[in-house]
C-alpha cells in the first residue's frame, strides 16, 4: 500500500515557465512534508519542506503548498531553468518514537526544455 | 556535499554472497537512516539507529542487518545476497530530537549477479 503517492512519473516544462509536481498521501498521521531532488549518480538533496502547521512555504523559485483536507500537496518551481531537470521526491514522516523515518513517492522526472 | 560519505559507491557481487556498506553521518548527527531504492521504485525505509542504538525499523529483510559504532559511523550486513537485492542503498543522517531535513549521502550502488 503507498502511503505517498506520486502520480506523475515524467513532465516537461519549457525553460522560464512554472514547474508544478504533485504528491498525494493516504496516512492522516504524516505532519511533515519534504521535497528532494535527485540527480543521477548522487544521493536525494533536500529542496524545500512544510509542517503540516501551515499550508504554503516559500524559498526562492520554489513554493511548497499543503492541502490538508484533500491530503495534497505540490511543489511549484518559478521560473523553471535547465538545471531543475532532475527526479523530484514526494516525502513525509509521523511523529512516533522519536524517528522520522521518511515514506517517499516514486518521482517525477521534470524535464526543463530550452 | 551533504557531509554524509557512503562506501563503496559500486559493488558488484555473487548471488549468496555477504557484503558490507559503510555510511559516516554529518558531523554531529547522531541518527542514521538507510534506504533502499529499487528500479523505479521510491526510497524504502530499511532500519534507524540513534546514537548506537536501533530506533526504528522498516521494511527490512531477515537477511539483513546494521549496526551503528560509538564514532556513530553505520554498517548496513546484506547476506545470502539475491539478484532482487541489486538496488541502490542510501543512507541518510539528521539531528535527532527535532523533525527536520535527512542529508543523504551519495549511495552504494549494489548489483548482484
Known amino acids: 500500500d503507498q502511503q505517498v503517492k506520486q502520480n506523475s512519473p515524467s513532465l516537461s516544462v519549457q525553460e522560464g515557465r512554472i514547474s508544478i509536481l504533485n504528491c498525494d498521501y493516504t496516512?492522516?498521521?504524516?505532519?511533515?512534508f519534504l521535497w528532494y531532488k535527485k540527480y543521477p549518480a548522487e544521493g536525494p538533496t533536500f529542496l524545500i519542506s512544510?509542517?503540516?502547521?501551515?499550508d504554503k512555504n516559500e524559498d526562492g523559485r520554489f513554493t511548497v503548498f499543503l492541502n490538508k483536507s484533500a491530503k495534497h500537496l505540490s511543489l511549484h518551481i518559478v521560473p523553471s531553468q535547465p538545471g531543475d531537470s532532475a527526479v523530484y521526491f514526494c516525502?513525509?514522516?509521523?511523529?512516533?518514537?522519536?524517528?522520522?523515518?521518511?515514506?517517499f513517492g516514486k518521482g517525477t522526472k521534470l524535464s526543463v526544455i530550452p | 556535499d551533504s557531509g554524509v560519505t557512503q562506501t563503496p559507491k559500486h559493488l558488484i557481487t555473487a548471488t549468496g554472497q555477504r557484503v558490507t556498506l559503510r555510511c559516516s553521518p554529518r558531523?554531529?548527527?547522531?541518527?542514521v537512516y538507510w534506504y533502499q531504492q529499487s528500479l523505479d521504485q521510491g526510497l524504502q525505509f530499511l532500519i534507524q539507529y540513534y546514537n548506537g542504538e536501533e530506533r526504528a525499523k522498516g521494511n527490512i529483510l531477515e537477511r539483513f542487518s546494521a549496526q551503528q559504532f560509538p564514532d556513530l559511523h553505520s554498517e548496513l550486513n546484506l547476506s545470502s545476497l539475491e539478484l532482487g537485492d541489486s538496488a541502490l542503498y542510501f543512507c541518510a543522517s539528521t539531528r535527532q530530537g527535532q523533525n527536520t531535513e535527512a542529508f543523504f549521502g551519495q549511495g552504494t550502488r549494489l548489483t548482484v549477479v
Open positions: 512544510i509542517s503540516s502547521i501551515k
Open positions: 558531523s554531529g548527527d547522531l541518527s
Open positions: 496516512n492522516s498521521m504524516f505532519d511533515y
Open positions: 516525502a513525509a514522516s509521523a511523529p512516533g518514537a522519536g524517528s522520522y523515518q521518511l515514506t
